[in-house]
């Protein structure tokens, strides 16, 4: 909590092409490193969710079920 304001000069862009808009009362360096802090938070916290909670099945890239063995018992 460093009592930073940081906003942007625009609006529409997020993520990373937000970084040449921002703006800050204490310098464009200290308003970049705010937001990139932010920003690699939500990352890290959105990849770890994804990792415990797994991936919806039947979405594209989701691995294929096991195939089964069809053939019939002799």
Same mark, same amino acid.
């Given at each position: 909590?460093?009592?930073?304001? #940081?906003?942007?000069?625009?609006?529409?862009?997020?993520?990373?092409?937000?970084?040449?808009?921002?703006?800050?009362?204490?310098?464009?360096?200290?308003?970049?490193? #705010?937001?990139?802090?932010?920003?690699?938070?939500?990352?890290?916290?959105?990849?770890?969710?994804?990792?415990?909670?797994?991936?919806?099945?039947?979405?594209?890239?989701?691995?294929?079920?096991?195939?089964?063995?069809?053939?019939?018992?002799?």
């Amino acid at each position: 909590m460093l009592g930073e304001k #940081v906003g942007a000069t625009a609006i529409g862009p997020s993520g990373w092409a937000l970084f040449p808009l921002l703006t800050g009362n204490q310098g464009p360096a200290t308003a970049i490193a #705010v937001y990139a802090g932010g920003l690699l938070t939500a990352y890290a916290v959105a990849f770890a969710a994804t990792l415990a909670l797994g991936f919806p099945r039947g979405t594209a890239g989701s691995p294929a079920p096991p195939a089964t063995d069809r053939t019939p018992a002799a």
